[in-house]
């Protein structure tokens, strides 16, 4: 009877570890190779709602919920775009493109480990057209139309017109804006990579740090400022040449902003107006 009992208590401690050690194998053959969970990745194409067409270098980034850009990319030739969010959360989608009514969309919950696909519609912008009246003797020109001259009178703000631009600008805007107060022209990059050929990023002097404007060209948002500027730099010469810009109003701080051009960054916002008509 004792060997009996020995016995069977030796079995059922042989069982507990054979089950321990089956347990453990099966664990290791459902994680070996697993790699730890990255955020997910938003992908889609963008198009015109009316024609269906792709829409090419539409700018599109990822806001959080505060309105914070934290990820940003343009759309290829074929308007398609592929964000990875940096941590799993609550987004909206920004798109924004020269031509067409900017969108924000969501709220999108983003998981880990996944691709989230998208279709995205633009509306081609329409242009809205007040009570219109000939006036044989007088013609207003775009800079009175938009607002800018009204504006440059009040004088909150920075103004440059395309023959004070011209005048210091060979082939980057940028060179117009460097001595600007409270705006900052980052020249640095890479001496090799593809890096090493990118534009020079403008920056807003604030609270002893730094941070990125919204740019606005002929009234579309090209890109979105940030609080952080290395969540997304902002370029301009990465969308007009100096030739192109018949004026610049540079504003560095929120509240001297117009409120029509109110800066989704809250970091001031720079607006160019082309010769386009």
């Keep these: 009877m004792d060997w009996s009992k020995a016995e069977a208590r030796e079995l059922k401690r042989r069982d507990s570890v054979l089950s321990a050690t089956v347990l453990a194998l099966a664990l290791y053959a459902w994680t070996i190779g697993t790699p730890i969970g990255e955020a997910q990745v938003i992908r889609g194409t963008i198009r015109d709602a009316r024609t269906s067409e792709p829409v090419m270098l539409a700018y599109v980034g990822l806001l959080e919920p505060g309105r914070e850009l934290v990820v940003a990319s343009l759309a290829d030739r074929y308007g398609s775009f592929s964000l990875q969010a940096p941590t799993a959360g609550s987004y909206f989608l920004y798109v924004a493109r020269m031509g067409y009514k900017s969108l924000i969309d969501g709220v999108f919950e983003v998981g880990e480990d996944g691709v ?55 082939d980057k805007i940028t060179d117009a804006f460097r001595n600007i107060p409270g705006l900052v022209v980052i020249t640095t990059r890479p001496q090799f990579g593809p890096e090493s050929v990118r534009n020079p990023e403008i920056r807003v002097r604030r609270g002893g740090g730094e941070c990125s404007p919204t740019l606005y060209v002929d009234g579309a948002i090209m890109a979105l400022g940030s609080q952080r500027p290395g969540s997304g730099a902002v370029r301009p010469d990465d969308f007009v040449m100096p030739v192109s810009v018949e004026a610049v109003e540079i504003y560095v701080r929120p509240s001297e902003t117009p409120l029509q051009y109110e800066a989704l960054g809250r970091c001031g916002a720079v607006l160019i107006w082309t010769y386009a008509r």
């Design 116 to 170: 989230f696909e998208l279709q995205v519609g633009l509306t081609p912008a329409a242009i809205s057209l007040e009570d219109l009246v000939v006036e044989a003797e007088e013609r207003k020109s775009k800079l009175d139309l938009v607002g800018f001259m009204e504006r440059a009178a009040i004088g909150r703000g920075t103004f440059l017109i395309g023959e004070d631009i011209q005048a210091v600008a060979f």
